[in-house]
């Protein structure tokens, strides 16, 4: 079993609760197609050369790369997809490795030979399970949240909930049609091959967007006690970058009426009788930063650190002027990563 690093999970719902779409000038092609009988929708927006596949999180679809996937058209095909049983794409499953199959299927479909594969956040599972069992269909990979290595099980055995009550939370796409906690569940049996053997080498060429430590920077962070506004972790908000989601952060930690709103959001009874309890308790979140710090911290940086000891030279780490990332920067602050992906995207055409 594994588990999301808690802060590359914070995205799935905080954003998607803060965040609206907006109407937008259309700089894409919306399309569908068959891929193994599942109907798969995918933005088109158009370029030539070397085919890049944007691939969403959790909670997200295609069109959350509207803005960026015209970034990155000068001398790439640039196409972004909606994941099954995401958005617009029929249901499938969930699973990690199925996910990732459908990703190769799709480009099949559209005679794409080899690709340069870009996601953030949860999706980073798909990037490593393609880099890992499809390196002779992959041009590249780019990791938009940091090295991100959520797998390991030591948050099942969180004696607090404070991991599985935040799954169950966490709303995604397609949600009054899905059980969120059997997503959940089907992405977390993920485990990827190098984590268990140290002589495993990927050979496909990596690009990680890191915050100026090399890794994400939030590491010591837990998204449930960010959620209630615990006061435990003031000092990592307060180093988010400027953005909805930090609005949305600074307004649940000091607006008790918005918190109380945002609880009241989740659809899971058992979830939103939890964080309720957690928001009032500080005794309790106490605990559940004890666990993480002396569970989860520790497995969390030793899973980064295979992640990048396996694409070994592979790997190109930039280093962001900042403390933190959260892997949306693609959308808040494309200035910050635009130039390392095209220069990455250069050397490999």
């Given at each position: 079993?594994?588990?999301?690093?808690?802060?590359?999970?914070?995205?799935?719902?905080?954003?998607t609760?803060?965040?609206?779409?907006?109407?937008?000038?259309?700089?894409?092609?919306?399309?569908?197609?068959?891929?193994?009988?599942?109907?798969?929708?995918?933005?088109d927006f158009g370029g030539d050369g070397?085919?890049?596949?944007?691939?969403?999180?959790e909670g997200w679809d295609a069109t959350t790369y509207k803005d960026f996937g015209p970034k990155l058209t000068n001398n790439n095909r640039v196409i972004a997809v909606t994941r099954p049983g995401y958005g617009e794409s029929e249901i499938s499953s969930y699973k990690v490795e199925n996910q990732g199959d459908h990703l190769i299927a799709?480009?099949?479909?559209?005679?794409?030979?080899?690709?340069?594969?870009?996601?953030?956040s949860s999706a980073s599972k798909e990037l490593t399970y393609?880099?890992?069992?499809?390196?002779?269909?992959?041009?590249g990979v780019v990791y938009l949240s940091g090295p991100v290595a959520p797998w390991g099980d030591v948050s099942l055995e969180d004696p607090y909930k404070a991991f599985e009550m935040y799954g169950?939370?966490?709303?995604?796409?397609?949600s009054e049609k899905n059980d969120r906690e059997t997503i959940t569940l089907a992405r977390m049996e993920y485990r990827p091959k190098h984590y268990d053997s140290d002589s495993i080498q990927i050979d496909v060429p990596a690009l990680v967007i890191a915050a100026n430590n090399g890794r994400e920077g939030n590491e010591k962070g837990v998204a449930a006690l960010v959620f209630v506004g615990s006061p435990l972790m003031d000092e990592l908000r307060e180093t988010f970058p400027p953005s909805s989601l930090k609005r949305h952060l600074d307004l649940i930690a000091k607006d008790s009426v918005y918190r109380i709103t945002?609880?009241?959001?989740?659809?899971?009874?058992?979830?939103?009788?939890?964080?309720?309890?957690?928001?009032?308790?500080?005794?309790?979140?106490?605990?559940?930063?004890?666990?993480?710090?002396?569970?989860?911290?520790?497995?969390?940086?030793?899973a980064q650190d295979k992640l990048m000891k396996a694409y070994g030279q592979n790997l190109k780490l930039v280093r962001l002027d900042v403390p933190q990332i959260i892997g949306y920067e693609y959308r808040d602050t494309p200035e910050l990563i635009i130039l390392p992906i095209k220069s990455f995207l250069k050397d490999l055409n």
């Open positions: 079993m594994n588990k999301y690093n808690y802060f590359t999970l914070l995205v799935l719902f905080l954003f609760y803060s965040c609206k779409q907006t109407k937008y000038e259309i700089k894409s092609e919306s399309k569908f197609i068959q891929v193994k009988g599942i109907k798969t929708h995918y933005l070397l085919p890049i596949i944007l691939v969403h999180s799709f480009a099949d479909v559209l005679g794409i030979d080899k690709a340069v594969f870009i996601a953030n393609l880099a890992e069992n499809y390196p002779n269909r992959l041009a169950r939370a966490s709303p995604v796409a397609n945002e609880l009241n959001k989740i659809q899971d009874s058992i979830a939103r009788n939890y964080f309720f309890k957690l928001a009032s308790d500080t005794s309790l979140q106490r605990k559940v930063l004890e666990f993480h710090l002396e569970k989860v911290y520790p497995v969390t940086l030793e």
